[in-house]
């Protein structure tokens, strides 16, 4: 008997599948330089606008502490710049700089490459997420 995913049951499917594609994107993003973390932050960030360490944890859906790190990872890099809260001295506000936004736009078409948008795809992990969102903790 041969055990081909035809026949795998489906959560196992798309874990191998997630796995998949992310290993060959995380390997195109390491040719140039931008690790998977740093992608998602400054995705939010163009995304939303100059925030918080603490609104991109919580976007990202990551522990502060790791959005703390993979930040100052970032800011070493030249991808973003953290800057004093014009409110609240006590909070930095996280910018991208022009290095982060053309690392980003690179990135996109690595993705596009990698995993092109199948709008029947993202309906349904959007679904499953919602879904997940909408559980009691």
Known sequence: MRDTPDGWPLGRLLSAAARAVERDWDERLRAIGLPHAALIAIDILIRTGPT??????????????TMSRTLERMERDGLVERSPHPADRRRRIVTVTEHGRGAWETARHIERDVLPDDPALREALTALLARGDSKPN
Do not use: F, I, M, S
């Open 52 to 65: 918080g360490a603490d609104t991109l944890a919580r976007t990202a859906r990551v522990q502060p502490q």
